[in-house]
């Protein structure tokens, strides 16, 4: 009789401990940061060459997380700089760099070598575009320029 009832005994105790796991599993605190679909949008870009959707990922990422009040995970406000200054817009890749450095500390030494480099890029694109053209125009002497 011993036996039996250390048999129901070692069971009810498996029981609670698994009803307990499942019980506080429930519980648990949400993660610390609102990845969404990252790592979808980063295998579309770089292993099937699809980067049509990834902008569409990030920006929904960034609604979500805030919609959420969870914290957006290190690097995707630089990734997103990134792809916007690839694009051309050097403006808004300074803008998300910015975000990226002032909730990251850790990241600013990189943050703010690429605002240098893209504020660089952009100071000598203006120059340029405001530098005259030569178009062999004859000068003063009819000498072709």
């Not at 796991?21 to 295998?43: R, V």
């Not at 125009?137 to 072709?144: F, R, W």
Request: glycine content about 6%; charged content about 25%; overall charge neutral.
């Amino acid at each position: 009789m011993f036996r039996c009832d250390l048999k129901f005994v070692s069971r009810l105790i498996f029981c609670c401990f698994i009803f307990s796991t499942l019980l506080l599993e429930g519980c648990a605190k949400p993660g610390l940061f609102y990845w969404g679909e990252y790592e979808d949008s980063l295998y579309e870009r770089y292993v099937a060459n699809d980067s049509g959707h990834t902008e569409a990922h990030l920006q929904e990422s960034f609604a979500e997380a805030q919609k959420t009040n969870q914290r957006v995970p290190p690097g995707l406000y630089a990734d997103y700089g990134f792809m916007l200054y690839k694009r051309g817009d050097k403006s808004g890749a300074i803008n998300f760099f910015d975000k990226e450095k002032k909730l990251y500390p850790e990241s600013s030494l990189l943050m703010t070598k690429l605002i240098d480099r893209v504020n660089q890029q952009k100071n000598s694109g203006q120059l340029k575009s405001a530098e005259p053209t030569k178009n062999n125009e004859p000068t003063k002497n009819g000498d072709q320029q």
